[in-house]
Each structure stands twice: as C-alpha cells, then as structure tokens.
C-alpha cells in the first residue's frame, strides 16, 4: 500500500528565508507526486506536480521539488519566502500511473511565515 | 471558465440525519472523486465517479454513497450521521483515460457539522 509522511507538523521561517517542507512516500510501483496548497477555508490548489518526467519540477509561486527515487522524496522548497506562502501544504501520492487517479496525501504541513 | 464548484458552502446536521453534497466539474471534465478532510488532517479519498459509475473506493462505510449524472455532475450522500463525519468535504475532477496527464482540480469543500 502507498503512504505519504511529511515531516514537520508545523515549519516556521523567516521573510526571504528558505522554504523547506519534507515528503516521503513510499509506493511499490512508479508514483505520480503532487504538492497541494490550501488556504484557510479554501479547497486544494495544484502547486507542482511530479508524472515520470524531469525529476526537477518547477511549479506557480516560485516553488520547486526534485523526486528523488533512492529516498523516496519528493521535498518542496522555496528560495525566498513570501508573507502570502503561509498556508498549510499537502503533499500526495498515486500510484495509479495516471493524474486522475485516487490521491492519497500526507497530513499537512502548515508553513508560518514571519516578517 | 468555471472551476470545480460545490453546494452547499455549509451545512450543520443532527445525527442519524441524512445529506446530499453536491459537485459540479471543471468545463472539459468526466472523473469525479470525492474526499473527506477531517480536521487537522489530511484528505482521505472516499470514492471516484466515471461513466456514472463508481471506479474506485477507499476505507468508507456503506453509508457513504454516491451518483454521477450524465452532466458529468456527482452527489455525494452520507446517511446515519455519526459526529465524526463532521469534516470538510472535497469533491475534485478530472479527465479520464490513459494518456490523460490532467491534474486533479479541487473545489471549495462543503463544510459539514454533525451536532
């Protein structure tokens, strides 16, 4: 069975400081990984997305995440943080082999942005 | 171009009642799939609709049950409330098919309160 863990409930940073925010999957067939961004009262936004293609993936709002297969990672990061990055992010897994697939996340990680 | 939207916003039931959520697709879509987010969780996948049909299901009992109409639209019925379904609840659509690398698009959420 597929499973998410995102390490760190809670991730505080600095203005302009590093984004760091740690997913781990593990999955015994080839995965499709996505980061997710939800706001408070929202639903779900796609940041990036992972589908067999270049491990290094570029997604909106300046963040990025390399799939990493011999850690099982998929780590989102952010050079420079931004007030409005606060949010609580969801990292996910389908092992479906498509985007349209069951997705099953991680339990979030609320990301606290100080000035 | 709408997005993926649901009715209603909120909703405060008793328990052993019954609802109806409801979910309409992004313009182009034919997948839905439905997602419980307990709070302070992750989103747990309940079910996916294709054809009117449902392809897939989680960890879910039977009371949780859905349709999908030949508008591509879905409900998403719960009946028996217990007070732990009170939860937000994520209808997110698609489009199907192998080939399809189209991402997994989220509405709003239906809040949903169980007294």
């Known amino acids: 069975a597929q499973s998410v863990t995102q390490l760190g409930s809670h991730v505080s940073v600095s203005e302009g400081a590093l984004v760091l925010l740690r997913c781990n999957y593990s999955s015994s067939v080839p995965p499709y990984l996505f980061w997710y961004v939800q706001y408070p009262n929202q639903g779900l936004q796609l940041l990036l997305k992972?589908?067999?293609?270049?491990?290094l993936v570029k997604g909106i709002n300046g963040f990025e995440a390399e799939f990493k297969k011999s850690e099982t990672s998929f780590h989102l990061t952010k050079p420079s943080a931004h007030m409005s990055d606060a949010a609580e992010y969801f990292c996910a897994v389908s092992v479906s082999g498509t985007s349209y697939g069951k997705l099953t996340f991680g339990q979030g990680t609320i990301l606290t942005v100080h000035p | 171009d709408a997005g993926v939207t649901q009715s209603p916003t909120h909703l405060i039931k008793t328990r052993g009642q019954q609802v109806t959520l409801r979910c309409s697709p992004k313009s182009g879509h034919d997948t839905v799939s439905w997602y419980q987010q307990a709070l302070g969780q992750g989103p747990q996948f309940i079910f996916q609709y294709y054809e009117e049909e449902e392809r897939q299901r989680g960890n879910f009992p039977d009371r949780f049950s859905g349709h999908q109409f030949p508008n591509y639209s879905s409900e998403l019925n719960v009946n028996a409330l217990l007070l732990g379904d009170s939860a937000l609840y994520l209808c997110?659509?698609?489009?199907?098919?192998?080939?399809?690398?189209?991402?997994?698009?989220f509405g709003p959420g239906t809040r949903l309160l169980v007294l």
């Open positions: 997110a659509s698609s489009l199907f098919g192998t080939d399809s690398k189209e991402t997994q698009y």
């Open positions: 992972y589908t067999s293609a270049a491990t």
